[in-house]
Structures are given as C-alpha cells and as structure tokens.
C-alpha cells in the first residue's frame, strides 16, 4: 500500500481539491516514518517543501482512525504568528473530519481555551511559554488534559536549538510527560539544520526512543542571487577600480531615488517599487532607521508610502497589519523586518529578499532565502552591504570591508559544502536551571530538597549540572528569599519568588528589557527602552514622534507625531558567529577567483581589499605590526573562541609581552600595545597554552557576567562557572593557539 493509499479519505480528497499530482519526497518520506516505526522523527527539508503538512498527514490519519481520549497531538512553535498561519492551515484540513484544533497563547481569547479546557481532545497549537503557563496554572488538570498525547510536533526545530527556549522546550516536554504518565512521539521540523544526528539526539533527550532522519534528495535550487556594497558617501569602489568581471543588477529599476540619498539605502528604494518585498536587518534599531529613510525618500518623491515595518518592539497591531497586507496578491508592499519575519509564517507571493549588511549565520541566511521563490519563481536575495569609507590614514584592520567579507563567506561554505551552524548543546544552563526550579516548587507545592533535585536534575538538559551545583543554588534561593524551608523540612516558594513567578513574563527565558509602551492618542505603537526626557524624538514604526508625558509607574510613553529622522534604541543585539565563517573569511581574501554574485562595486572592493590584505602580510601571518609598537591580531575565531583568546592575553600573556591597551573588534581583530617583538610573542603564547588551564581563570576577579535572563538570581560562582565553562570557545582558541607554534 503505497503513503498515498494509506492516508485518511478526507486528506485523500484535500490532496484532489488542491490539484497535487504527486506526494513530495518528505511527505512519503515521513510517512514512512510515521506510519511504519515507533521512533521519534527529524523533517528536515527547505522552506515551503511541505514539512507541515507531511507531519501531519499521517498523524491526522491515525486519529481519523482511533481518535484520542484527550488533546492527541501538541504543536509548539516559536512564534505566535507562526501558530496563528498555521491554525488557519490545519483547522481547514481537520473541519472535515471532525478533529478540533486550538491554539493556545497571549492573544487567544479565554473563551476559546476554556472550551479546549473542557473537551480536550485533537490538536493544540501552543508556544513553549504558553506551555509553562499551562504546567504552572493547570497542573491538577493535566492528565485530564494529556493522557492519550501521542505526538509533539516541534516546528522550526533550529531556532531552539542555541539557547534556553530550547532548553526549556525540551523541559516542559519531559515535565509534561512526567505529570500525565505519557510518553509521546517528537516530531521535529526544520529547514536548516546544521548536525542532524546532534539534533535528533536533542530532540529525543528523556524520552528512551531514537529518532528517524529521513534523507531526502533535494532537486537543485536556482538561486537569483546579487550583493552589492555601497559606501555610505563619496565616490564607490567600482568608480576607481572598475573589476574584469561583475554581475549586472537582476532587475531594472522601477523607481529613483532622491537627489543626495544615501546609495545603499536609495538602491533599495528604486527596486521594490511595483513589487512585493522583505528587506532584512540585524537589529531593531537598524530596521526603524531604514524604514524612516525609505518613507521619507517616498515623501520627497511625493509618492504614497510603499513601505511597512516588523520587529519584536512592536505592538501586536502593528505587527499583525503588516503580516495581512503581504498576504494581499494586490498590494505591491515592502515590509522591512528583523528575524520576525524570518521564520515560516505565509506571508504570499514574495518577489524578492533584501538583505541589509550581513547576517550572523548560514541558517539565518537559507531561512531569509527562503521566504522568497514561492509559486514556481526561484529564490531571490539582493545583499546590499554599507561600509563607511575608510579613512586616508586608517589603520589595516577599518581598511578591510568584514561585512562584505562575511556575506561571501556565508554563501560559500553552503555552496560549497552545505554547512549549517550545527546546535549548541554543551552549555552549563545555571540560568534555565533556577527557572525550571521556580516553576516545579510552584506547581507541585511543597517538596523535600531531595524529591526537588529528582524531579530537576533527573531532566536532560541538565546532565552537566552536578549535584553539588544544585545545593549551591538552593543554599543561595533560600538566602533570598525565593525559596523558604517549612517546618518540616520542606522547600517552598518564598515571598520574594512568588512575586517573580505570578508575573506572566516568568513564563519566558529570553531577556528582555524593561521596556516601556509608547502611546499615541488611543493607539499602541509598540515598547521602546530607556524613553528620553519629555520634548525629546523617538523612533518607532518607521515614524517620529515627540514625547509629551512618561508616566514611569505604568511604563507609559505618550507622543505626538513629527517629522524628521532620529535614532531608536531597543537595546543590545549581539550577534554570534560560528569560526567555520571567520576561518571562509580569511580564504576570501587568499582567493583569486571572483564569485558570480558579486556586483561592479563589491567585486572591485573585494579586489581593493585582497590587494590591502597581500601587501600588509594579513593572510600569511595572524600577527601585523601595524607601526611602532602597536600590533593587530588577526585570530580568525568565532565569537566565543574569539572572547576566550582575547581573556587569555589580557590573563596569562600581557604581563610577560608588556601587552597594554587592548582593544577587540569582536570577532574580528584585536589592536594593542606591546614592546615584545612577534617571535616573543608567539613563543609567550605557546608557553602559556602548555600550562594546565583552569577556565575560571579566563574570568576577571570583580566580574559577574551575566548573559541569560534569570543569572541575576544565582550565586554569583555558578554565573562565573556557568559563563567559564560553558560559553567561551577555549579549546577552539587552545588548537588555534597550537597551530601557531611555526612563528616561533
């Protein structure tokens, strides 16, 4: 019986009514999988390949056939617009049948879950903090709720797998098990996965199956590819080193620009009229800026606005009326977006990507490739790269254009190797560990301490946390006050805990800011941080507005619209860079060749930079002295190796070099002062890597750093080990280190 014949009749007659001549590769893949094993899966396959739907197809069946007692199926998405598409996509499937689907979170209206709480049965549709609300607040009800769950299906499977939400995603689902006696199928799906047997492991982790990865031979893709730079003024590169070889633009313009508009800025406003567009930024700050120029280019060309905006700080409102109007076949719109728009939520018929500067990751990249290409038409992204031109007597390291640099190398190491950032698993989750703590002593009362490190260490995600670490943070939540001990020996949740855990944004473990509500007459704009003095300009939505009142108790900014161009601040948004791209970086520069996708000006910048890179040594030697006593090095580290490396000469090496004034440009390059010559220096170095090397060492002594949400609430030796021992790269900067040993 062929995965077609297998499928419930109304799926058959979906598959007829949509005119589909054949199953996809995935679909009959993972129906395979479903039907005809026990384990756990992994979909991995591109955007839009229909990895949805081959998840579900045979989990529906299955319910059509025998249906559930009890909620059968859970999706958790990463996102709330994710599952909003996806509700609409799933309930038209299952009307037919008879299978409820609901979709539980912070906009859902309480009527609508009252009814699941009611008759729990089919699907639910939930976010992992929507879940831990749902552990906290429903713990009596959740056999009820769960006892015949067959499955969890986990979307966009990569976007959990490099911090606590997926930590915690992997947590709720044992607590979730645990509590309601079931031991559920995963389902895990995702179009860039870098190691899938690490990820199918993560995504197995306490539940005593393996995980099936089908491969699936993909058809090649044409990609429409273009990256241009632009320096932000004066003349471009192209104008004086005009390259042998470039790329032509992939498109006429429809539009110009203003007279004196910035070029990069002005290229993406004359290609995206008439057309249906997402330009991608890295931060929030950067997405409201561009948004305000290309209005503003709209205004001096008296043209109506063309563009729309989306980012995290935004109201829900605003959000959700830039998702519709994309949805809109008829409506030639641009929406400029951070990582929000990143993921797979069905925004229609995209014509084309552009990518502002370079992303972080190869996977960020392949999912913003992805959103475009849809509807037979192949993917197509314009990099448009900005760089301020460097100065006549700039030193070596500002002459080389890193971001250009990066995005080639970004599209080479997938080219050529399909590399993808694989999952990062091996971190000390202190931070995790205190909230998934919180939460099991506010659901399940009071406990002894034993019966507390059972229930929270016995979770895999902890399996490097020891049990000595454990007391060490119980010794120090009951100091303040977040945990109290009953006179019977007990453990509960202390005054100064409750007051953190009956906050709906305890639910959460990604940072936040403390964040104020920017208001104009009835509307909500969106949240911005650190709100300036009153007659002072703001930047959100892609307009400006003037601060009339801030009441600091209710975190309320009221405003008035102007005009004008001012920055916004949402605060930091550091990016992590894996050293596979440093290391593709620095063969960029050794390279002759000139890559197809390159335009007239990022050709013959790239050209320019070569020729920089030759003449100073930089692609021979890590180490340049850059005149007199100051010297760069070039350790061509990713982000964590590269913190690592810049601790261990400041620590171990700067006292022996008489090393002063360092400065990093991470993950970059690092300047500094020294009076050792280079063979010293390398020799110093390798001295110092042979010495055993305790990683707390690479810890200053008055430090607390404090990188996740909750690390404000540990002791402060655990933040340190935690920061140590799980967040700097140091046996990548130790084998770096090692492969230096011929400069001596």
């Not at 009800?141 to 930590?167: N, P, Q, W």
């Not at 409506?331 to 990143?342: C, Q």
């Not at 964040?515 to 930047?539: D, F, H």
């Not at 850059?626 to 006292?655: H, S």
Request: glycine fraction near 6%; aromatic fraction near 10%; charge should be negative.
């Amino acid at each position: 019986m062929s995965i077609f014949e297998r499928y419930a009749p109304f799926i058959q007659d979906f598959i007829y009514q949509n005119d589909w001549e054949s199953l996809r590769a995935i679909q009959v893949a993972a129906g395979d999988a479903i039907f005809n094993t026990d384990e756990n899966v992994l979909l991995s396959a591109s955007t839009a390949s229909g990895k949805t739907e081959a998840a579900f197809f045979p989990i529906l069946t299955q319910f059509y056939e025998d249906p559930p007692t009890s909620v059968g199926a859970i999706y958790i998405g990463p996102l709330k617009a994710l599952i909003n598409d996806q509700f609409l996509r799933l309930n038209d499937l299952c009307a037919e049948a008879g299978i409820p689907v609901w979709h539980w979170h912070g906009d859902v209206s309480q009527s609508h879950k009252a009814k699941m709480l009611k008759h729990p049965s089919g699907i639910l549709q939930i976010t992992p903090e929507s879940l831990e609300a749902m552990l906290l607040h429903k713990h009596a009800a959740l056999t009820k709720l769960f006892h015949d769950l067959r499955y969890i299906v986990i979307d966009e499977v990569h976007s959990l797998m490099r911090g606590d939400r997926g930590g915690q995603t992997i947590c709720l689902m044992e607590r979730l098990c645990r509590m309601a006696e079931v031991n559920p199928r995963r389902i895990g799906l995702s179009a860039t996965i870098g190691d899938l047997e690490a990820t199918g492991a993560f995504l197995a982790a306490g539940t005593g199956r393996g995980t099936v990865i089908p491969r699936i031979e993909s058809k090649g893709v044409r990609w429409r590819l273009s990256m241009e730079h632009f320096y932000v003024q004066d003349q471009q590169a192209a104008a004086e080193h005009l390259p042998e070889q470039a790329l032509p633009e992939l498109a006429p313009k429809t539009d110009t620009a203003p007279a004196h508009a910035d070029p990069g800025i002005g290229y993406i406003f004359e290609h995206t009229r008439g057309k249906k567009c997402l330009v991608f930024v890295n931060s929030r700050e950067e997405c409201e800026a561009v948004t305000t120029t290309l209005r503003q280019y709209c205004e001096a060309r008296h043209e109506p606005d063309r563009f729309l905006i989306h980012h995290g700080n935004l109201s829900s409102a605003y959000r959700e009326t830039a998702e519709t109007a994309m949805k809109d076949d008829d409506l030639f719109l641009t929406t400029v977006t951070t990582a929000t728009l990143e993921l797979g939520i069905d925004i229609g018929r995209l014509e084309r990507a552009f990518q502002v500067d370079a992303p972080f990751t190869v996977s960020s990249f392949l999912q913003r490739m992805g959103r475009t290409g849809r509807r037979d038409l192949p993917p197509e992204m314009w990099f448009v790269i900005r760089e301020d031109p460097p100065e006549a007597r700039a030193l070596l390291p500002t002459t080389i254009p890193w971001k250009l640099l990066q995005g080639i190398a970004l599209v080479q190491v997938y080219l050529e190797e399909r590399w993808v950032e694989p999952p990062r698993l091996d971190r000390l989750p202190y931070s995790l560990l205190y909230h998934q703590t919180m939460c099991t002593l506010a659901s399940c009362g009071e406990m002894t301490p034993a019966a507390l490190a059972s229930r929270v260490l016995t979770l895999s995600y902890f399996h490097r946390v020891s049990q000595e670490d454990f007391k060490l943070l119980l010794r120090h939540l009951l100091e303040i006050d977040h945990i109290q001990r009953t006179e019977t020996g007990g453990l509960i949740v202390g005054i100064a805990g409750e007051r953190l855990t009956s906050s709906y944004k305890f639910y959460a473990v990604f940072q936040e800011n403390v964040e104020y509500t920017v208001r104009w007459n009835s509307q909500e704009l969106g949240t911005i941080v650190q709100p300036p003095p009153v007659g002072e300009k703001i930047a959100i939505a892609g307009h400006v507005w003037v601060v009339d009142e801030i009441d600091h108790k209710r975190h309320t900014v009221y405003c008035e619209q102007i005009k004008g161009k001012v920055p916004a601040y949402f605060g930091e948004c550091p990016g992590d860079i894996h050293t596979h791209i440093l290391e593709r970086m620095k063969r960029v520069l050794l390279e002759s060749r000139q890559y197809p996708y390159l335009m007239q000006n990022a050709a013959a910048r790239l050209q320019l930079a070569r020729h920089t890179a030759q003449n100073s040594g930089l692609t021979e030697e890590p180490l340049i002295c850059l005149g007199g006593d100051m010297w760069c090095l070039f350790p061509w580290l990713g982000t964590y190796a590269f913190l690592a490396m810049e601790r261990f000469l400041k620590i171990r090496c700067a006292e022996s070099l008489t090393l002063t004034g360092l400065s990093p440009s991470r993950p970059y390059f690092i300047q500094f002062k020294m009076k050792a010559d280079k063979r010293t220096f390398f020799q110093v170095l390798l001295e110092q890597e042979r010495k055993p090397l305790d990683p707390m060492e690479l810890v200053y002594p008055k430090e607390i750093p404090m990188f996740e949400k909750y690390d404000e609430y540990l002791p402060d030796i655990l933040i340190k080990k935690g920061f140590a021992c799980g967040v700097l790269g140091i046996d990548e900067m130790r084998e770096r280190i090692r492969s230096w040993e011929k400069y001596t």
